[in-house]
């Protein structure tokens, strides 16, 4: 970086000095922009060195990146609904969060919903009415919905 830094502020003193010791002349103008190509060239030139560096395994690296964060992405928007379904739930029966777990298989995100969703009561929660629970969540129209007890 030093080095590169180094002929950056060599190119801009020459090019400064050059136009101060030269006379005026009608190629002023492209003495100009032939100093301001020269100036980006030696400017974008680790920019040039960087592109020859990268090979086929490294694109096709970057690319299997990118599908695990769509995966990434699928498993968020999962845990998103659930997490939501969790909430509505707590809110409507005045259950404690965290005596209820919510899971959705067959998550479809291009759907938002799931083929079936399993809510499972756990310590004081597991006195509540679990046919309104199912409905509930059913008339969400998420997906079809099993509530189980969990005791211990």
Avoid: H, W
Avoid at 69 to 80: H, N, T
């Amino acid at each position: 970086m030093i080095e590169y830094m180094k002929s950056v502020f060599i190119v801009s003193a020459l090019f400064s000095l050059f136009t101060k010791l030269s006379y005026k002349s009608n190629l002023d103008g492209a003495r100009r922009i032939g100093f301001g190509i020269l100036f980006v060239f030696v400017v974008a030139s680790p920019l040039f060195t960087m592109l020859g560096e990268i090979s086929k395994t490294d694109i096709e690296k970057i690319f299997s990146d990118f599908e695990s964060y769509e995966g990434a992405e699928y498993e968020v928007a999962e845990l998103s609904l659930e997490q939501g379904i969790l909430k509505c739930i707590s809110s409507e029966f005045n259950i404690k969060e965290e005596n209820l777990t919510v899971m959705v298989e067959n998550f479809d995100i291009s759907k938002m919903n799931a083929d079936r969703v399993r809510v499972i009561l756990s310590g004081a929660a597991i006195t509540a009415d679990y046919n309104k629970i199912e409905n509930y969540v059913e008339s969400l129209e998420i997906g079809e919905c099993d509530v189980e007890i969990e005791i211990g």
